[in-house]
């Protein structure tokens, strides 16, 4: 797991969506972006 994912997580946020190769680095990989949510309590 990356890094900053587990902190967002740790944070209580949640992954809600993800898009599929929206973003190709200069070293050609291509990764998806995430969208996080954290509900109010």
């Given at each position: 797991?990356?890094?900053?994912?587990?902190?967002?997580?740790s944070?209580?946020?949640?992954?809600?969506?993800?898009?599929?190769?929206?973003?190709?680095?200069?070293d050609?990989?291509?990764?998806?972006?995430?969208?996080?949510?954290?509900?109010?309590?």
């Open positions: 797991m990356i890094f900053s994912i587990t902190l967002w997580q944070l209580e946020f949640q992954t809600i969506g993800r898009i599929p190769g929206a973003v190709k680095l200069k050609k990989q291509v990764v998806d972006p995430l969208s996080m949510y954290r509900p109010w309590h």
